[in-house]
Structures are given as structure tokens and as C-alpha cells.
């Protein structure tokens, strides 16, 4: 099932500079979108959404940018912190449909 | 601030057991799932239950999967005769209603099935 796509398994960043995760998806029907941040032994932890009504939404350091043309998302963290450190995943679903379908998941490192 | 919690944390089975994984949703949500990652893959869909029903199921729920609302408060995956291949991490989830499209996870149950 590759509806939702993660491309980048991993990715580290400085304390303080901008963290860019990405995700692709392939179903047009898809019309809402979340990210969720993993800890190691824990549930993934819902961070923010955007509806397709929507290109950008904004909630503290996380920014989550929707291009509907391109199927695209991303997830902007600034700064970045080091408790920031986790597995990003990304979500979709569309109405009609409570199958949510994850992302592989990004790595994200934050160096001190 | 409220939680899914899940119990066990960990439980092993003999293959062909029977397996109940538990889960406490939020309280006041109407919406519950149970999903699956099996290590190194993605998180799956299992299932989703509203109003005492099963509102959708993936093609991963199949007949040796089952769902229930027993009391109030308790929401149960019951895996009738488990596999090897039924080893993963099970998280249930809740939300609050058909408007509110953002499930909630608990920090999940690891089944390994020996």
C-alpha cells in the first residue's frame, strides 16, 4: 500500500535551525491530513492536521503546508529542539472513510 | 490530561491461542480503533467500532479478529487463534465524534506469538 508516502527514512538537523519533513500521497479522495510524532514505546502522539480545504496550518513551532496540485505535505518545525527527536508520521483519510493511512515514518534527529 | 491506556504492555502467546488485547478509550469519545505495526512496517488499519458496531474493517480483520464493547468503559481486540505473523504492536485510538478526525492513540500492546 503505497497511498502515503514517506520518501526520506531519516533526517537530523541543528538545535534551533528549520526541520522539513515530507510526504507524497497518491489518492486524490484523500481530504484530511495529520501528523503524528512516535517516541519509542509509545503511541504515535497526534501533532497537527490540515483539511484540503486548506493550504497552510500553523500551531506553535509546527507549520503543516498542503499542495493539493503536486500531492504533497510537509511539516515545518522551528526551531527545532532536541526533544524533538522522534519518528514523524504522516496521515490521511477522506471522508466517508475512517481508514487512516500512515507514512512510513521519518527519523528525525535534533543535535544538540 | 486524558489517555487511551492499553493493557498489557507486552504479552506473549503460544502460537494457536487465543489473545485478548484491552484498551480504556477516552472517555467522553464515541469513535474506537485498533490498529497494527508489525515491526519495520507502517502502521495498518484494522478496525473502527461506533454505537456498539463495527463501522468499518480493513482486509487485515478477518474472521479470526474480533471487536467488542463490553462494558462502559473497556474496548477489546480479540484474536481467536493467533499466527506468528499476528506479532506486532496493536494500538487502539478513539476520537469524539464523526466530526472530530483526529484518533487519539494509546501507547499500545506488544503481541509476540512464539
Request: contains cysteine.
Amino acid at each position: 500500500d503505497q497511498q502515503v508516502k514517506q520518501n526520506s527514512p531519516s533526517l537530523s538537523v541543528q538545535e534551533g535551525r528549520i526541520s522539513i519533513l515530507n510526504c507524497d500521497y497518491t489518492n486524490s479522495m484523500f481530504d484530511y491530513f495529520l501528523w503524528y510524532k512516535k517516541y519509542p514505546a509509545e503511541g504515535p502522539t497526534f501533532l497537527i492536521s490540515i483539511s484540503s480545504i486548506k493550504d497552510k496550518n500553523e500551531d506553535g513551532r509546527f507549520t503543516v503546508f498542503l499542495n493539493k496540485s503536486a500531492k504533497h505535505l510537509s511539516l515545518h518545525i522551528v526551531p527545532s529542539q532536541p526533544g524533538d527527536s522522534a519518528v514523524y508520521f504522516c496521515a490521511a483519510s477522506h471522508g466517508g472513510s475512517e481508514d487512516m493511512r500512515f507514512g512510513a515514518g521519518t527519523r528525525l534527529t535534533v543535535k544538540p | 490530561e486524558p489517555e487511551v491506556t492499553q493493557t498489557p504492555s507486552h504479552q506473549v502467546t503460544q502460537m494457536g491461542q487465543e489473545v485478548i488485547l484491552r484498551c480504556v478509550p477516552i472517555s467522553n469519545h464515541l469513535y474506537f480503533y485498533w490498529y497494527r505495526q508489525i515491526l519495520g512496517q507502517k502502521v495498518e488499519f484494522l478496525v473502527s467500532f461506533y454505537n456498539n458496531e463495527i463501522s468499518e474493517k480493513s482486509e487485515i480483520f478477518d474472521d479470526q479478529f474480533s471487536v467488542e464493547r463490553p462494558d462502559g468503559s473497556n474496548f477489546t481486540l480479540k484474536i481467536r487463534s493467533t499466527k506468528l505473523e499476528d506479532s506486532a504492536m496493536y494500538f487502539c485510538a478513539s476520537s469524539l465524534g464523526p466530526r472530530d478526525r483526529r484518533p487519539l492513540f494509546g501507547s499500545g500492546t506488544r503481541l509476540t506469538v512464539v
